[in-house]
Nanobody
Framework: QVQLVESGGGSVQAGGSLRLSCVAS????????MGWFREAPGKEREGVAT????????SDTDSVEGRFTISQDNANNRLYLQMNSLKPEDTAMYYC??????????????????????????WGQGTQVTVSS
């Protein structure tokens, strides 16, 4: 059974930074597509960024490009999201997700800009990020 547990959320002012972490157990993530999604109140869950460590390829949505960086530590089975220059519109619950069928390896930098929720079979419980203006 795969479990994903996020941490690192919190409340910051606009322009600040946070680093989210996700630790996986039950299966190695070194050959999986890993992703971060977010869900704001009243909105659908949307993809933020993905990474496939087999090729090192990443994908991120337009609204976070240049501000957020996804990375992975296979030795410790961890996924990270470094978030800089945070904006109030980044306020959401952030979820870590894993796709062991590794669909994201077929996509390019545009991959996460489509609705990829169905590709990811495992989800964490989320960590709240609140950005005040």
């Amino acid at each position: 059974q795969v479990q994903l547990v996020e941490s690192g959320g919190g409340s910051v002012q606009a322009g600040g930074s946070l680093r989210l972490s996700c630790v996986a157990s039950g299966r190695r993530i070194s050959t999986a597509c890993m992703g971060w999604f977010r869900e704001a109140p009243g909105k659908e869950r949307e993809g933020v960024a993905t990474i496939y460590s087999g090729t090192g390829s990443t994908s991120d949505t337009d609204s976070v490009e240049g501000r957020f960086t996804i990375s992975q530590d296979n030795a410790n089975n961890r996924l990270y999201l470094q978030m800089n220059s945070l904006k109030p519109e980044d306020t959401a619950m952030y979820y870590c997700a894993a796709d062991f069928r590794s669909f994201c390896r077929y996509g390019g930098s545009w991959y996460i800009r489509g609705d990829r929720r169905a590709d990811f079979g495992y989800w964490g419980q989320g960590t709240q990020v609140t950005v005040s203006s």
